[in-house]
Nanobody, 122 residues
Framework: QVQLVESGGGLVQAGGSLRLSCAAS????????TGWFRQAPGKEREFVAA????????DYADSVKGRFTVSRDNAKNTVYLQMNSLKPEDTAIYYC???????????????WGQGTQVTVSS
């Protein structure tokens, strides 16, 4: 059974940092690209960042470029999202997703975690 479990969310003040983790089990994680998405109340789920299976290529939404960094440790079956200089508009539920390749559309990903809440206060 494939499982992706996000952790690391919480409440932080604007300008602060959080590091999210996505731990995978039940699939050869080192063969899968991983994406991070987020969904704020009343909004569509949107692309945040992605990393290929090797970590050799990353992609970021313009809204987070320069502030967020995606990385992975295949030995630990874990992908990370380091979020710095957080803004209130970053408040959302953050999801990780896995697929054979990376893309910006949520429909390209086969496996999803349950999400972790990130709240940034002003």
């Amino acid at each position: 059974q494939v499982q992706l479990v996000e952790s690391g969310g919480g409440l932080v003040q604007a300008g602060g940092s959080l590091r999210l983790s996505c731990a995978a089990s039940g699939l050869p994680f080192s063969n899968y690209g991983t994406g991070w998405f987020r969904q704020a109340p009343g909004k569509e789920r949107e692309f945040v960042a992605a990393i290929t299976w090797s970590g050799g290529r990353t992609d970021y939404a313009d809204s987070v470029k320069g502030r967020f960094t995606v990385s992975r440790d295949n030995a630990k079956n874990t992908v990370y999202l380091q979020m710095n200089s957080l803004k209130p508009e970053d408040t959302a539920i953050y999801y990780c997703a896995a697929n054979g390749y990376i893309g910006r559309s949520r429909y390209e990903y086969n496996y999803w975690g349950q999400g972790t809440q990130v709240t940034v206060s002003s």
